[in-house]
């Protein structure tokens, strides 16, 4: 069954939706066993005193993606946290699709203002700080429908006046729907695991990330301005926003790699498609 990615600026509502669209789940399907992964589920240390420690941040997303791989063998898991970095959840795409899981993505969109609103009604020990809300406000990458990883996308819009996270409307037969229809997942490239020795294998995909790499290098230095980048072994192309270096992109690699660690399915057949999609999330 699917994954639910909640996402959305800190006291936007998210844990409210989560619980209303778990409820919802369970008062329609009974016999579903939901698992609702929360922030404060891998930490002793409140999790809005970790976001700006990068390295402590790290740590927790990696203990959180565990969790989640773990519990995908439930009917339902939902991610109720930020979720803010696109690359993050380009991660838990991968995580589902591999588990061949369907995954929808929940986008809780409140203002920076009316998340202050929203905070200000918390108990003082559970708030955020305003300048930590408008910090995490600039660092926030918004779903975008258009990216396979955060498709399809269901917005709730939450406002201070009429739509308050406790009362706004939601559409649950559609979030039902996209979670409960019968069409299951058909297997992708990038779901079908490839038989290939695993030093044969390392070795192929260090060849192929290096040799996209180069070609972005020469094209972004005989290319007069910006723009998509048509790279070999990808059937997507590199959107070229901004130079990257050598140095920037060699940490991009391997930090790809690392990710590849935990998405065991995907072969060397498909790893430069997942590898540009990859760069095209920073």
């Avoid at 898991?77 to 959840?89: A, E, L, P, Q």
């Avoid at 180069?214 to 070229?240: A, D, E, F, M, R």
Wanted: neutral net charge; hydrophobic residues 35%.
């Amino acid at each position: 069954m699917p994954m639910v990615v909640i996402t959305g600026l800190p006291s936007s509502g998210k844990s409210t939706i989560a619980r209303r669209i778990a409820d919802s789940i369970k008062e329609k399907h009974p016999e579903t066993e939901v698992c609702v992964v929360t922030d404060e589920d891998f930490s002793e240390t409140p999790i809005r005193s970790l976001y700006g420690n990068v390295l402590m941040e790290k740590q927790w997303r990696a203990k959180q993606k565990r969790t989640i791989s773990q519990s995908l063998q439930k009917d339902i898991v939902i991610s109720d946290n930020m979720n803010y970095i696109k690359g993050y959840r380009y991660e838990l795409y991968c995580l589902s699709k591999n588990s061949h899981k369907r995954s929808i993505v929940v986008f809780v969109a409140a203002d920076v203002d009316t998340c202050k609103f929203l905070n200000s009604e918390k108990q003082e020990s559970d708030r955020y700080t305003n300048e930590k809300i408008g910090e995490l406000a600039q660092r926030y990458e918004t779903p975008n429908p258009n990216d396979r990883w955060d498709s399809p996308l269901i917005k709730i819009e939450i406002s201070k006046e009429d739509k308050l996270p406790k009362t706004v409307e939601i559409d649950f037969d559609l979030i039902l729907d996209y979670l409960f229809n019968d069409e299951k997942v058909k297997p992708n490239d990038s779901t079908v695991p490839k038989a290939e020795h695993e030093a044969d294998k390392l070795n192929r995909m260090q060849i192929i990330t290096q040799e996209i790499i180069q070609t972005i290098i020469q094209k972004q230095s005989t290319s007069l301005s910006l723009g998509k980048i048509v790279v070999p072994h990808s059937n997507s192309v590199y959107l070229c926003r901004k130079i990257l270096t050598m140095p920037q992109l060699i940490r991009s690699k391997a930090q790809f790699l690392q990710v590849l660690k935990t998405n065991e399915a995907i072969g060397t057949d498909v790893v430069g498609t997942h590898f540009v999609e990859f760069l095209n999330t920073l």
